[in-house]
């Protein structure tokens, strides 16, 4: 029953790399990874009733047992799984020699014995372990993310290693007798140090994504500033130009009131009020930095043809810096401009409401379906997963800055589903140190 075994450990790692590495979906149709299992189970069986361990077995089980239990495409579930086989193979045979040098070393014959492959796929599921927890999960990066020649580098270093091992191994076991436990512990130490290796080459790719995404980051801000600040520049030239135009207005007027054309006069005055409201503020919140950034989402959403409407006003300032209030009202508001301009009946509300200890801000935004979440985050509906998707990250950041709370959820109104956040800041909160 030893193949059984080596078969369920095997798909084990195969299902925690494609999930939490890879970030796919167990089919929703529950025969299908049924099925996926069973496949596993009948070719463990077939080894142990055949006593053989053929590659073309295993690679046949391996490739059709994650296609069936993953939710993607055909193509890319077969070449996920035979990435995964290759770079599997490798870190167990780094696993099962780590184990064999120790037997040898230790003066334990019958090396050639099957049990300790078991130990070495734990061993190896270590290895997925730490890169899990100390890389991926802890820089929330995904193996999806990383370049293709990451990826293959990482896999033509393990070859050269692997190769290079076998050889060294196989002068060491028939050559056991020459040397002392230097020279295995010396064996044990370079074998540590290529998995170390490895993990510096996913850490070198990791880096590279943290430093695109954070220059992306960047790049939006500044966009969002640019464009507020462009937004504003129109409205104090409209309003320069207004008052350079003064004098001439109150002439005008003068002479009509002199030669009393009453009508007139008011004819002129309420043109000039129709000229006020182009660039006065639509929207007073109670927050100079908040009315720049809703004015101008809302300067947006009229020339979208969004429905945009506040309601609330507040009492004091926001305890937040600019630019953190520009990150996350630009992102909540963008995001929502984004949703609701793909539906039929565009519409943005905001709600602000302050409480004796807490200021809530509350947007919703008309969307086309409900959207996939995941982990408390929506997951980017963009193709380019890698370059998107980052935005309610970076409220979640600036929320948690001023110790606040978010909460994202689905409403209906006037039959038509809304996205709706709601936001949560102590009043007078100070910065996480």
């Known amino acids: 029953m030893i193949y059984v075994a080596d078969n369920i450990l095997n798909y084990l790692i195969y299902l925690f790399i494609c999930h939490f590495g890879f970030r796919l979906s167990p089919r929703k149709n529950r025969l299908f990874p049924g099925a996926s299992i069973l496949i596993m189970l009948l070719a463990g069986m077939f080894n142990w009733y055949f006593d053989t361990n053929s590659p073309l077995v295993y690679i046949f089980w ?41 037997l040898i070393g230790g003066g334990i014959s019958g090396t050639d014995i099957t049990w300790w492959m078991e130990p070495a796929y734990l061993l190896s599921f270590l290895v997925y372990l730490l890169v899990y927890f100390q890389l991926l999960k802890k820089n929330d990066v995904y193996l999806c993310d990383i370049e293709l020649k990451y990826k293959l580098a990482i896999l033509i270093q393990g070859s050269i290693f692997e190769m290079f091992y076998n050889y060294v191994f196989v ?33 070198l790719a990791i880096k590279n994504i943290l430093s695109r995404r954070q220059n992306r980051e960047l790049r939006s801000f500044m966009q969002m500033q640019r464009q507020q600040y462009d937004y504003q ?6 309003i320069r130009r207004f ?70 006003k507040l009492t004091e300032k926001l305890p937040m810096e600019m630019v953190d209030l520009t990150t996350l009202m630009g992102n909540v508001l963008q995001n929502a401009m984004e949703a609701a301009t793909k539906t039929p009946a565009p519409e943005i509300t905001v709600a602000l409401v302050e409480h004796k200890n807490e200021t809530f801000i509350t947007v919703s935004n008309s969307v086309m379906e409900k959207i996939n979440t995941k982990k408390g985050f929506l997951m980017t509906s963009k193709r380019d997963k890698a ?17 606040g709370e978010y909460d994202m959820d689905f409403v209906s109104k006037d039959g038509k589903s809304m996205f709706r956040i709601s936001i949560a800041v102590p009043r007078g909160s100070r910065v996480c140190g």
């Open 233 to 238: 520049l129109r409205q104090s030239e409209a």
């Open 171 to 203: 002068f060491f076991n028939e050559n056991s007798s020459r040397y002392g436990w230097n020279a295995y512990i010396t064996f044990l130490i370079s074998i540590a140090g290529v998995i170390y290796s490895v993990f510096l080459t996913l850490s």
């Open 243 to 312: 008052r350079h135009d003064l004098v001439n207005h109150i002439g005008v007027l003068r002479e009509l009131v002199s030669q009393k054309r009453t009508d007139d006069a008011r004819d002129y005055i309420d043109t000039i009020w129709d000229m006020n409201k182009d660039f006065d503020l639509k929207i007073h919140t109670g927050d100079s930095f908040l009315d720049v950034i809703m004015n101008y989402y809302f300067y947006l959403a009229e020339k979208e043809h969004v429905k945009f409407a506040v309601s609330g």
């Open 62 to 102: 391996s490739v059709l047992a994650i296609s069936l239990f993953f939710e993607e495409s055909l193509l890319h579930l077969v070449i996920l799984s035979a990435g995964l086989m290759y770079f599997t193979g490798i870190i167990d045979s780094f696993s099962v020699t780590l184990i064999q040098v120790l």
């Open 387 to 403: 370059d998107h998707g980052f935005g309610l990250k970076n409220i979640a950041v600036a929320v948690e800055k001023y110790h």
